[in-house]
């Protein structure tokens, strides 16, 4: 089966301007996701993971310096298109976020369900009582109960939250959900029914999602693809499942190292140092001053290698 | 709904909240009565009128509730007509055929002081012959005063005060006071008891008639006293509520939402519009504002709806820009606003539905409390004299007594009635107010 590529994204640049020069928190990231497929992204914090889903969706902060490169989603170009038709054609149209500490993510003074319907009634000239209905719908789809409408985001119990920014990433029925670490502040329990609700509605609804998170583990469930960042820039990219079983990039393989596994008796590995500043990034690999293996090719900017559809950014497997 | 009885039940929990309601409330309900009893023309033309509507009212004394605290009382006016509780007529016609007409005013007088004046009125009508009156005053301890005998045109005013042959039959004593008192009576003390004031009104045509009336222009009169130009002060305090409540309200509503919805939208946008925003209050907040409404009241008009326009102009851009403005920019980052910006809401949107009701619980307890001050600064401009030259309010009413040197000449009322109406309005927003906020502001919340 041919897969159809949803979203292409060209050497995607977003620098941040500070007193101290660019922050270069995405810089160059190259990838693309077919249709109906979950990528997850990881990596540590810091390394431009949010930040990519913000220049994805255009959010930029008040900040932002070089925002450049191509995204293509269905073969158009939104990256070229001007404020307004993003707004009204990309926006919750195409794409829609469910932000990262997404039960901030709801406005205080909103009752959930009109906070639900409000991107309906912002987007399409849908009448208010369609787009309660439609909120209704989905929040039996995520399984809120239908009495928590009228309650205000306070009321509701953190997973509840959750549900509810889902909910309202879905009401439009974006063909790309992008969710900022969705699971982090919760209970082991609660992430796995999120993860359970993720993955019932990628099949329903057709939808593609990239997730952010740190837990990789919880990832695993639902992801087809795995994209690790570093330091502004995609290092690994490529199927799950082998990545799971075997990592290629250091960086994959000392992130993996340090998941507790169920049937392992191995010491949990960690790795020494921290990300380099974003500032002024060390030329060639930026991974090179933590990585346990080292070469002296590594002082030069790595080359991208394709290994069976898979992708990674080292000087190893050239 | 449930969300405001809530609120009011909050409001119970502070007894100063209260009264502060029960004061802002009738305050109000007054106002609305006064609007609805008195409207605006009529208290207009009455406060406007002269001699024809206040004549008969004595000048610059106290209101009669001042006689409940003394122990010599002051005299109480006194207005009898023709027909009222006191007055008897009796007709005759003498053998010559000439009708005679006598009306005898009778009252109690039991006070300590001297009226102002003793007034009689008299209407006729005749052809060509005037008829002719007399005036007989039996006093308590039996003296009769002749007091004069003259003939009237059609109207005719018979102040005995001014009757300079009544007062040299009464001993050289002014006659308001030389009838009240017994002859050679050093002490001054008026005597206690029933006088007689007889009316005896001859005419000369068939058909001509004579109606008298008598008044007593007292030491005291009315609830609130009267001014240098005999008016009833009742007016002006009554007509005082509306005025206050409708430049305090209108003025501190204009203010605070212009204020806050300006303050949203320069956040929102930042850059060149906060940045013109921010230095049109800095702008502003050094320019002296009473200064320039008394340019405005001084050159260009001094009604009170201008005057409103340009407080609320001028007070727009201060201080609440900038304390406004600190929230907004704490507001703007959540990351609610984020998700809306995500979804694509639109900017005005954005202000008006996520920014603007997260900080409308604070615009509240802020307007309540704006209220008095602004009452206060319509207050202030009457007495600087550029207050609405045509109605009466309490500014004014303050104005007047100072340009007549009240306090000086001792009529407290005419000072402390406005003052104290303008403490209670005062008091009570500013008590609303405070517990409002310690209500709605999360900061004070169980303090």
Known sequence: ?318 | MKKFINTLREIWKYPSAVFGMIIVLALLVAAVVVVVKIPYSEAIDTWRGGEEVYGKNPRNVPPTWYNWFRKDKLVESLDMNEGDEGVTIEEIVTEGGTPIKTTTFEFDFQYDTFPQDLVFYFTSTFDTKQPFVSVKIFTPDEREIKVGSFAIGATHTYPLKQDEKLRKKLGGVVPNIGIFIQENDETQTPVKGIYRLVVESITFEEGSTVQSEFVLTGQVFGWAGTDHLRRDLSLPLLWGIPVAMAFGLLAAIGTSVLTMAIAAIGTWYGGIVDGIIQRITEINLVLPFLSILIMIGTFYSRSIWVILGATIALSIFTGGIKSYRSMFIQVKESTYIEAARAYGAKNGRIIFRYLIPRVIPLLLPGLVSAVPSFVFLEASLALLGIGDPVLPTWGKMINDAYANAAIYRGWYYWILEPAVLLMITGLGFASLGFALDRIFNPRLRGM
């Open chain 1, 1 to 318: 089966m041919a897969e159809k590529t949803l979203l292409r994204v060209e050497d995607l640049k977003l620098y941040f301007q500070t007193s101290h020069g660019d922050v270069q928190a995405v810089d160059g990231v190259n990838f693309s996701l077919p249709e109906n497929k979950a990528v997850v992204v990881i990596g540590e914090s810091g390394c431009g993971k949010t930040s990519m889903a913000k220049a994805l969706l255009r959010l930029l902060p008040r900040n932002a310096g070089t925002y450049s490169g191509k995204v293509l989603l269905n073969g158009v170009d939104i990256m070229a298109m001007d404020d307004e038709q993003y707004r009204k054609d990309v926006r919750w149209v195409k794409m829609s976020m469910v932000p990262q500490a997404a039960m901030n993510s709801l406005n205080p003074v909103m009752r959930v369900k009109d906070q639900v319907s409000e991107p309906m009634i912002v987007h399409s000239a849908v009448s208010k009582e369609f787009a309660l209905e439609q909120a209704r719908i989905m929040f039996q789809r995520v399984g809120v109960p239908v009495d928590f409408l009228n309650r205000y985001a306070f009321e509701l119990s953190g997973g509840m939250r959750q549900r509810v920014a889902i909910a309202m990433s879905l009401v439009t029925v974006p063909e790309l959900v992008i969710l900022d670490e969705p699971t982090s502040a919760l209970d082991v329990l609660t992430q796995a029914n999120i993860m359970n609700l993720l993955k019932g509605i990628k099949k329903e609804f057709a939808t593609s999602f990239i997730l952010i998170t740190h837990d990789v583990a919880t990832a695993s469930e639902i992801a087809d693809y795995v994209e690790v960042m570093y330091a502004g820039q995609i290092v690994e990219f490529g199927d799950a499942y082998r990545f799971f079983t075997e990592p290629l990039h250091p960086y994959s393989e000392k992130l993996m190292a340090s998941i507790p596994r169920l049937r392992s008796t191995s010491k949990l590995d960690f790795i020494t140092g921290q990300p380099p500043s974003l500032i002024n990034p060390p030329t060639g690999c930026r991974f090179a001053d933590r990585c346990h293996k080292r070469f002296a090719k590594c002082s030069e900017e790595p080359p991208t290698v394709n290994i069976d559809g898979r992708s990674v950014k080292c000087w190893l497997y050239q």
